[in-house]
């Protein structure tokens, strides 16, 4: 049984404790925030020039969400739905981050189904890998069913193919949390910590033409909490981020990790790079999300706080970071420049799906 499903293995306790949060951008650069509601509604809250609309864009009861945004600028849903016998589980990849609120909605009611989930099971995480280029686009299914935990993956590019039950390679046995992803090959991330040396170990699904990958990642910083898989420049390798005593990071197939920052027991949460630069976003032991980032060619700045709580993020072409966060029954969606340094503030009522300021 695995006993903790976290996206890029990002090691925060109250991962799944809070309802859903999401934020993409369009072409335009403006954020767009998805949230699922205490009801199962999922709403999306389109923010610019000061303004905000919220309205409901998919007209089913949502249990678990994840939706992320690739590279490329396209969006990936996974959605598992409430059947009144059970859940659901509908996918899609590629999706234009150019939609209406109205294309948002016809888009989500066609997700494809991925069939697999038995009778009476219950959804209780859903967690892309990372989208790298050339990759597939791998989901990781955590449900209960009927009291037992259960854990699939499948391929959101091709869902009709369903879920196949994800079965830790054995060098990769014993370790948690795990995430799906890919070095080359599809497979496993898994972080054993241990009274020693922690370890962190990548071992594809079984042998593709007699090839196999099982990558050890050395010399992670002492106490490590917390691993990010992050794009890279290697094709179908992540970026690896570690933190514990300190941050660092291994480029590509590099066994030799670069430090980041002399920050101790951050919870890595996202990371994003494009010609604007790279930027790396962490929790400190009180919740609040801080920002390294580095201009190309550069050296890491300094940590700059963003938001005293929980929060998810985007950055846009031009280095504009946005972050949303719920506060109370609003939802803040703030602006920073690449640096951090704070823009303008817009506040939504999350209470009243059409509320329009």
Not at 86 to 112: K, Q, S
Not at 241 to 249: C, R
Not at 255 to 282: I, T
Request: net charge neutral; glycine share 12%; with cysteine.
């Amino acid at each position: 049984m695995i006993e903790a499903l976290m996206a890029h293995l990002a090691l925060y306790p109250d991962a799944a404790a809070t309802p859903p949060l999401f934020i993409v951008h369009d072409d335009s650069g403006a954020p767009l925030v998805f949230h699922v509601d205490g009801a199962g509604r999922l709403l999306l809250a389109r923010t610019g020039s000061g303004t905000a609309q919220v309205e409901p864009v998919a007209g089913v009861i949502v249990r678990a969400a994840d939706i992320r945004q690739a590279g490329d600028g396209s969006v990936a849903v996974a959605l598992a739905v409430s059947t009144g016998a059970g859940d659901a589980l509908y996918v899609g990849t590629g999706i234009p981050a150019t939609l209406d609120n109205a294309g948002w909605r016809v888009r989500l009611a066609t997700l494809a189904p991925c069939p697999g989930l038995p009778a009476g099971a219950r959804v209780t995480r859903l967690a892309f890998g990372p989208m790298l280029a050339g990759a597939p686009p791998l989901l990781l299914v955590g449900a209960s069913v009927h009291g037992t935990s259960r854990t699939w993956y499948c391929n959101a590019a091709t869902p009709a193919l369903g879920l196949q039950a994800l079965l830790v390679p054995a060098a990769a046995r014993g370790a948690h949390p795990v995430a799906v992803g890919t070095y080359r090959l599809p497979g496993v991330w898994a972080l054993r910590q241990g009274d020693g040396q922690d370890e962190l170990r990548f071992a594809s699904f079984g042998a593709t033409f007699g090839w196999q990958v099982d990558v050890v990642y050395p010399n992670l910083p002492a106490r490590t909490r917390s691993v990010l898989l992050a794009h890279g420049s290697m094709p179908n390798v992540p970026d690896v981020f570690a933190a514990g005593d300190a941050i660092v990071v291994y480029r590509g197939s590099n066994p030799v990790p670069q430090r980041v920052a002399a920050v101790a027991g951050a919870r890595l949460l996202w990371s994003a790079r494009n010609e604007a630069g790279e930027f790396l976003a962490f929790a400190d032991d009180e919740g609040a999300v801080w920002l390294l980032a580095r201009s190309p060619r550069e050296a890491w700045s300094a940590p700059v706080r963003l938001t005293r709580g929980r929060a998810v993020l985007t950055v846009t072409d031009d280095g504009t970071i946005f972050a949303a966060a719920r506060e109370g029954k609003m939802l803040a969606v703030r602006r920073f420049d690449g640096a951090g340094a704070p823009g303008p503030v817009v506040a939504v009522a999350l209470g009243d799906p059409t509320i329009h300021i």
